[in-house]
């Protein structure tokens, strides 16, 4: 079994969801939406996630932008 790092989403239904990604620093981190790095948030925008208890599906979606900084 391998090391990776968690975000831990809400479902609607009040469930805490896990989910799983090895696009980090696989050091079993736990990470919020809010904290969560942009490299695994891309990796579990690929695909669509379950809450085991009321079986409702969701995605990720990552919207960012590139900007000029000027000195």
């Known amino acids: 079994?391998?090391?990776y790092d968690s975000l831990l989403v809400h479902c609607?239904?009040?469930n805490e969801i896990e989910l799983q990604s090895e696009a980090g620093y696989?050091?079993?981190y736990l990470y919020?939406?809010?904290e969560c790095p942009l490299e695994i948030l891309i990796d579990l925008e690929k695909e669509e996630h379950y809450c085991e208890r009321?079986?409702?599906g969701?995605?990720?979606k990552v919207q960012h932008s590139a900007h000029l900084l000027w000195n």
């Open 12 to 14: 609607k239904c009040g």
């Open 58 to 60: 969701f995605f990720i």
């Open 1 to 3: 079994m391998g090391l």
């Open 54 to 56: 009321c079986n409702k």
């Open 26 to 28: 696989c050091e079993m």
């Open 32 to 34: 919020s939406l809010e």
